[in-house]
């Protein structure tokens, strides 16, 4: 048993490299696990810039310098800041509040749509088990109810969390655009010389992250949009508030959608019934999800995931787990970056094994 072992570790943290890779992996674990909250303003300022970094580049290609374009690109990336706080966010809000307000209709409107299941399915449900399945659920409701409530009245140091991140946030992302290579050779100055394998693993992310977070920002924009002017036509209620939770779905490969059309079809029932216009938001929604599904995505990830669905579902769950919000939003690129890093991590017996061919063709 301990040849084996003996034999595995040496196969693969038998290279200098490894090892120092194998560090810096437990080191940024560690940093994320214990500070992952206090770095939040410069993971998203980290984001913003990626996203920013790919219009930089695209005006430099038509003739601007490199000050001109990343000034034109930091302003209309203040415009937008202000727009959203000044314009989406109080929307946002004001629906909340309007929807929490109806949340006790909703659930009359549900009783009294569940009260006629015993009759309509009696050959599968007794009075009896309706009782005590309507006591859970609305239960489970109430507590719903209570947390949002409890979340709200302790809002305090978030407010305070926001007012940091609206500083510190525009203020990183101009540095980070500004000092974009100096602060990528101060880093690859802390590493050594002779680094082939994390050369090759950061080539592969670079590309990886960056099309990753630019085409995931596109996909919010478009469904979002779309959803919020087909709710507007439908005349939907809260159309502001759930454009934006189906847009943020799709953070959440599979599962966010499933979750957001709870919301999306609660509202339509209240507000409609089984009527034409219930319907019409069915077949909509329906076909909002499929085309993000099945031509947008494709579309704008065809060449950045190449993982198996049951790799994302499990890299959200676990990197959700972890880290939060940051975790279900960085869960695919971690999965490739994982697997790029299983790809390319130096293995002594394969050295060996090219050594051997290398001295066979010398010879």
Known sequence: MKQVIQKWFEQYFGNEEAVLLTVILLVSLVVMATLGTVLGPVFTALILAFLLQGLVNTLRRYGLSRILAIMATYLLFVLGFIAVLVILIPIVGRQTSLLLGELPNMVGKLREL?????????????????????????????????QVLSLSLSSFPGLLAIMIYLFLVPLLVLFMLKDKDILIGFLSNMLPKERTVMTTIWSEMDIQFANYVRGKAIEILIVGTVAFVAFLLLGLNYAALLALL????????????????????????????????????????????????NVL??????????????????????????????GVFFAIPLATLVKAIYNAWPRHGDTQVNNAELDSATE
């Open 114 to 146: 569940a009260v006629t299941w015993p009759d309509k399915y009696s050959d599968y449900i007794t009075p009896d088990q309706f009782q005590m399945i309507w006591g859970r659920v609305s239960q489970e409701m109430a507590n719903l109810a209570e």
């Open 246 to 293: 189906v847009g943020l779905s799709v953070l959440i490969p599979y599962i966010g959608a499933t979750v957001v059309t709870i919301p999306v079809l609660l509202v339509g029932y209240v507000q409609w019934g089984y009527s034409g216009d219930f319907f019409w938001l069915f077949m909509v929604y329906g076909l909002i999800q499929f085309l993000d599904g």
């Open 297 to 326: 995505v494709p579309l704008l990830f065809s060449e950045v995931v190449n993982l198996h669905p049951v790799a994302i579902i499990i890299a959200v769950l676990f990197f959700g787990g972890i880290w939060g919000f940051w």
